[in-house]
């Protein structure tokens, strides 16, 4: 079988060398490599030697450069990635904003704040989806829902001694690490 070599415009080839160094210079490493790809294809070399080159799969080149071909640079951008599907449906979702609206005392708990893991546990016991409570910090913020961390005060402490060690003592105490 014979080896696809890609023949590009002089002007392509120095337009898509000059978009290599942009995303590169922008963090996009994914898009530059394959960039990089196309002209190392136009180069001359093979998909197995760029995959040698770029340490990357041989198939993936081999996609990257049929992409380029076929739909021209738009094909070397990132596109959106699927993911997992989500587990909610929309009327879970907005059942489970309805209960996190109405307080976690209305469900139940001690607290008047809700947490992560209060969260996946009604998400648990509600729906039977079992979530970690980082992804529900996720989904909590995605819908709009703010943190809100408690504040650690010490009930019978003096407030005037409080800010004193606030303002002077602990600045002291860093300065002199």
Not at 30 to 58: C, Q, W
Not at 72 to 100: C, H, K, N
Not at 152 to 175: F, G, H, I, S
Request: with cysteine; glycine share 6%; proline share 5%.
């Amino acid at each position: 079988m014979q080896a696809r070599i890609l023949r590009l415009h002089y002007r392509t080839y120095n337009k898509l060398r000059r978009l290599r160094r942009e995303a590169e210079a922008d963090g996009a490493y994914r898009v530059a490599k394959r960039i990089h790809a196309v002209t190392l294809n136009h180069d001359g070399m093979t998909s197995g030697e760029i995959a040698e080159v770029l340490d990357a799969p041989r198939s993936k080149v081999s996609q990257w450069l049929s992409g380029y071909e076929q739909y021209g640079f738009e094909a070397l951008l990132e596109g959106q990635r699927s993911g997992r599907p989500d587990q909610l449906t929309d009327p879970q979702r907005v059942q489970l904003q309805d209960i996190i609206d109405s307080g976690p005392v209305a469900w139940g708990f001690l607290s008047g704040v809700w947490s992560a893991p209060m969260v996946a546990r009604v998400i648990s016991e509600e729906f039977g989806i079992a979530y970690c409570a980082r992804h529900v910090r996720r989904l909590l913020h995605a819908w709009g829902f703010s943190v809100q961390r408690p504040r650690r005060k010490l009930k019978r402490a003096n407030p005037a001694e409080q800010n004193r060690w606030r303002r002077y003592t602990y600045p002291r105490l860093k300065k002199n690490r």
